[in-house]
């Protein structure tokens, strides 16, 4: 019998050989926690609930009266959430989705409160890049358009001190003290990972005051790192 010939493998139209897929990618893993969740399985909601209730209250906190009420407004959104499980499409990221049902919920209640303020007019677009030196980010047709263009000191510390316990409150007690809507662009970006364009769209920013206000925000942060690594006679 004549050898069986192979399967030609298409390619793009470009030309270029498409790389293989992973079996146990991200998506994969979204998919099983759905999964997991919609099932009912509690360890994979607890799980859930550790990884976002602290950003989730942060958040609240900008739209609301206290913190008191920044919580109950997570709660609310965790019994929202199992609530319209079966009914997320997977459109965007889970936790995503999940921080657009608080920010409702908590625009909701500062309404309520009457004290609602809209991140749009908190970013001053009027002058959305006061005081920051124009060399701060690459340019827009950089590959890394908006992100640093150099890394920020104060960051590198050995390990051991990052992961410590004092130097883990030092950071949540500058990104509480931030302004509300630094407050809530660093939570999202660098607590969460979530990306400049679902920041932009959940808080209604443009990417001009995003960028800056995410800037503003790591600065102060930064800022305590480096009080804290003095403190601890650590170079910096």
């Not at 316990?165 to 950071?171: F, P, Q």
Request: proline residues 7%; neutral net charge; hydrophobic residues 40%.
């Amino acid at each position: 019998m004549p050898p069986r010939r192979q399967a030609a493998r298409r390619t793009p139209a470009d030309g270029s050989i498409p790389a293989p897929r992973s079996p146990s990618g991200q998506g994969d893993t979204a998919r099983q926690e759905l999964d997991a969740l919609r099932r009912g399985d509690p360890a994979v909601f607890a799980a859930l609930v550790r990884r976002l209730h602290p950003s989730m209250v942060r958040l609240a906190t900008s739209y609301v009266s206290s913190r008191a009420v920044a919580e109950e407004v997570a709660q609310d959104t965790w019994l929202a959430v199992l609530e319209e499980l079966d009914r997320f499409e997977g459109r965007s990221s889970l936790q995503t989705w999940i921080f657009r049902i608080l920010v409702n919920q908590a625009k909701t209640r500062g309404v309520r409160e009457r004290r609602t303020t809209p991140f749009s007019s908190l970013a001053s677009p009027q002058d959305p890049g006061a005081g920051l030196s124009p060399d701060a980010f690459f340019e827009d047709d950089h590959r890394w358009a908006g992100h640093w263009a150099a890394p920020v000191p104060g960051w590198d510390m050995p390990e051991e001190r990052l992961l410590s316990s004092e130097l883990g409150g030092v950071i949540q007690e500058a990104v509480d003290g931030l302004p509300p809507v630094q407050r809530a662009v660093v939570s999202l970006r660098d607590g969460q990972s979530l990306s400049a364009h679902e920041v932009c769209d959940l808080l209604g920013l443009s990417e001009a005051n995003q960028r800056v206000l995410l800037h503003r925000g790591r600065t102060a942060v930064r800022a305590a790192i480096a009080a804290y690594a003095g403190r601890m006679g650590v170079a910096v």
